[in-house]
């Protein structure tokens, strides 16, 4: 049954549950380090540099 639509598949995403830093401020290393889930002691340090990802998609994390 190829001909029929299919739904798409739907990406759930997660609020960050902390603070936002202050801008004036900043923490070391990453910007999102704090509020990361996937952040570990690399991230505290240095910050990631940018790079294409994908066409028109940039990311910076290590």
């Known amino acids: 049954m190829s001909e029929v639509p299919q739904e798409p598949k739907k990406k ?7 603070e936002i830093p202050s801008p ?3 923490p070391p290393g990453c910007s ?3 509020r990361c889930p996937h952040a570990f002691a690399r991230c505290k340090t240095e910050r ?3 790079r294409k990802v994908a066409p028109g998609r940039l990311s910076a994390c290590h």
């Open 12 to 18: 759930k995403f997660s609020a960050l549950k902390s």
């Open 24 to 26: 004036l401020k900043p």
């Open 32 to 34: 999102f380090h704090t």
């Open 48 to 50: 990631p540099a940018l």
